[in-house]
Structure formats: structure tokens, C-alpha cells
């Protein structure tokens, strides 16, 4: 699986601040021992804290997509498509003229992604070809 830009930064850090609070326990433990235990078990009831809340948050964000299948969302005006968009007149006035253009082939199963369109805007899965969209527009 990819690692988006964001998620590659917080893994960075996660990582750099684990390495300095490790290095401020092993340092606690040299000077004062007895300071360290508390400390350690303090740091952890923390850390484990925020490994419940992360888990928590993950199970519902990626609630409704565990079957494998497509989310196919739009906001208000907008227009979503699992699939291809083609030969469509979207929009007032909105004109297609000429022949039929054939079906591109449908993605590959393990393709299956999420779209979404914004507030008025247009979102599709697989291919946007031919189309008359927007007011007064026509496709030749």
C-alpha cells in the first residue's frame, strides 16, 4: 500500500518524537532512577491512550468500506460516477452531437476506488470522454 505525502510526514514525526522521548527516559534513568520508573509509567499510560484514541478513530473512518466496493459520493450539485462518463449532456442547454463513442474497457477489479465530486463538480471512476457539460456547451 502507498503512503500518501501527509501520512509519510506524521509517520516522521511519530518516529521523532518516539526517538527523543526515549532518549529523555534512558537519560531520566542515568540521573535519577527512581524519577525514570514514574516517569516511564506515566509516558506509557500516555502513549497507550493515544494508541486508543488512533485505533478508535481509524475503525470509524473506514467504516462502510471493508467490503471491497466502490463509495460513490457527490455534494450538493455534483455528479458522481462509478464508472465512465461518456456521450452525456450535462447542464442547461447542454448538447452531444455526433455518433455514439464505444465503451473503454472497465478497470481491472483490484482498481476499485472511492469518488467523490465536491459541491457542484464532477467526479468519475473510470473514463470522462464526449461530453457536453456546463450551459450553452456542445460536442461535436
Known amino acids: 500500500m502507498a503512503v500518501s505525502g501527509a501520512s509519510r510526514v506524521a509517520v516522521r ?3 521523532v518524537v518516539a526517538g527523543v522521548v526515549s532518549a ?3 537519560v531520566a534513568l542515568v ?3 527512581d ?4 516517569t516511564a509509567s506515566v509516558t506509557g499510560a500516555i502513549v497507550g491512550l493515544a494508541a486508543f484514541v488512533l485505533a478508535v478513530i481509524t475503525l470509524v473512518r473506514s467504516t462502510g468500506t471493508s467490503g471491497g466496493g466502490r463509495r460513490v ?3 450538493r450539485g455534483g455528479i ?3 464508472g465512465n462518463i461518456t456521450g452525456n ?3 442547461g442547454r447542454s448538447k452531444v452531437v455526433g455518433p455514439p463513442t464505444p465503451n473503454a474497457p472497465a478497470p481491472a477489479r483490484g482498481q476499485d476506488a472511492d469518488v467523490r465530486a465536491g459541491r457542484d463538480g464532477l467526479a468519475a471512476g473510470g473514463d470522462v ?3 457536453a457539460l456546463g450551459d450553452d456547451s456542445e460536442r461535436r
Open 13 to 15: 514525526v511519530v518516529a
Open 24 to 26: 529523555g527516559l534512558i
Open 31 to 33: 540521573v535519577n532512577p
Open 35 to 38: 524519577m525514570a520508573d514514574r
Open 73 to 75: 459520493r457527490s455534494g
Open 80 to 82: 458522481a460516477a462509478g
Open 89 to 91: 449532456a450535462i447542464g
Open 129 to 131: 470522454r464526449d461530453n
